[in-house]
């Protein structure tokens, strides 16, 4: 299996802060990567597709980068309502898996 | 706009099969991968698998071989069966595409 090792775990931020959140892969997987927000109760909403790409409706505050083995998702300029856990995913291989999640909370 | 809705019981007995199914509405099932996922209560999201509208599937080998996808086009919903449930099942399900889920189901064994 692919590990997909996250990081931070969870952060602490204020609004208006550049954020950036971290996933490495224990194997390369091209640019076969998404970020997902989750917000408690809620299913999980792609902000990412294929590494870099923005979905449709998701403010242009989001952005990803990386490739190979080495991924970020950064929000430019935190706000109220960003604050949740943010997952990657890789699809490249399977099974599919996710990183352990990043919290993003107020600070 | 798709819309997907996950059914079936929320409470199945400790070594019974848990079974789910997932209703696509405002759009064909065909052409897509259809995924399952789960997240145990206060944990992070796990793949369960997925299958292609023609049946094809592809499933997580932790759950060793306990878990069955289905698809059936004509009434444009595909299913999940998990044998042997223990209490390490207890989860939310979701079903969905890589870019849209359905609101989730929590079944409690």
């Known amino acids: 299996d692919i590990q997909m090792t996250q990081s931070p775990s969870s952060l602490s931020a204020s609004v208006g802060d550049r954020v950036t959140i971290t996933c490495r892969a224990s194997q390369g997987i091209r640019n076969d990567l998404g970020w997902y927000q989750q917000k408690p109760g809620k299913a999980p909403k792609r902000l990412i597709y294929a590494t870099s790409s923005l979905q449709s409706g998701v403010p242009s505050r989001f952005s990803g980068s990386g490739s190979g083995t080495e991924f970020t998702l950064t929000i430019s300029s935190l706000q109220p309502e960003d604050f949740a856990t943010y997952y990657c995913?890789?699809?490249?291989?399977?099974?599919?898996?996710f990183g352990q999640g990043t919290k993003v909370e107020i600070k | 706009q798709v819309q997907l809705q996950e059914s079936g019981p929320g409470l199945v007995k400790p070594s019974e099969t848990l079974s789910l199914t997932c209703t696509v509405s405002?759009?064909?099932?065909?052409?897509?991968?259809w995924n399952w996922l789960r997240q145990p209560p206060g944990k992070g999201l796990e793949w369960i698998g997925h299958?292609?509208?023609?049946?094809?599937?592809s499933y997580n080998p932790s759950l060793n071989s306990r878990v069955t996808l289905s698809v059936d086009t004509s009434k444009n919903q595909f299913s999940l069966k998990l044998t042997s449930v223990t209490d390490a099942d207890t989860a939310v399900y979701y079903c969905?595409?890589?870019?849209?889920w359905g609101q989730g189901t929590m079944v409690t064994v």
């Open positions: 405002g759009g064909s099932i065909s052409d897509y991968y």
């Open positions: 299958i292609y509208y023609s049946g094809s599937a």
């Open positions: 995913l890789q699809h490249n291989s399977y099974p599919w898996t």
């Open positions: 969905g595409r890589l870019d849209i």
